[in-house]
Structure formats: C-alpha cells, structure tokens
C-alpha cells in the first residue's frame, strides 16, 4: 500500500526594481514521513530570508527566518524545529526544510525578504 503524497508548492520570480527571488523547484512532492527541501535565491539581497506558508483560501503564515550571520532560525508561532528549520549556503541561497512531512504540511511555501535599496518588501 503506498503512504500519501503530499505536494508543497513553490511560486516562481517576482521582480522588483533591484532584487529577484527566485524559488526551486516549482513543486516538491513527497510522501508522509519524508523530508521537503525548498531552495530560495534573494538576488542581490543578502540579508534575511522570511518563509511563509499558505493553504488556498487562507491567509499566509509565517513560518521562519534566517539571516546568513545565525546559527539558527527565528520562528514563527506555531512553528519550530525540528519539523521545520532554515539553512544557508551563501549570503543569497537559503533553504527551507520539513521534516517528517504530514498531509497538513501541504500548501504553497514562499520566501520573502527586504529590498532596502527601494524600502520594500520582495517575493518570490
């Protein structure tokens, strides 16, 4: 009998005046009890990556943050590790990773950070 699939949806580019985030891959489909990884690149901001998560119809919900300089992630509530966490591999390149992923873990998963070069808010 095979377990549930599960499909955690990654959007595409958004382009602001600067900075493109971009988000791979597109789609990411595992089965319970699996490992989801997300990748999200900020362009030319290097600060702090934002996850947010969103089921259609709702209203999206901050998942986590990180910034290259920590260790670890910052939270948001109702979220925490080890199911959810936040790595970097550069000052640009972050990832989201879920851990033992259930059926409610589906939904789409942006990234989001701060353009300070226009003092605004950029998605993927």
């Not at 959810?84 to 059926?103: A, G, M, N, P």
Request: include cysteine.
């Amino acid at each position: 009998m095979l377990g549930s699939l599960c499909t955690l949806i990654t959007a595409l580019t958004c382009v602001s005046a600067v900075t493109v985030v971009t988000q791979q891959p597109p789609v990411v489909t595992v089965r319970r009890g699996e490992t989801a990884n997300m990748d999200c690149n900020l362009g030319t901001s290097t600060n702090t990556v934002y996850w947010y998560k969103q089921i259609p119809g709702g209203v999206p919900q901050y998942v986590v943050r990180m910034r290259h300089s920590w260790s670890s992630p910052s939270y948001g509530s109702g979220f925490s590790s080890p199911k959810f966490t936040s790595t970097h591999q550069s000052k640009s390149d972050y990832r989201l990773i879920i851990s033992s992923v259930e059926e409610g873990d589906s939904a789409v998963y942006y990234c989001n950070t701060w353009d300070t070069s226009v003092n605004e808010a950029v998605s993927q």
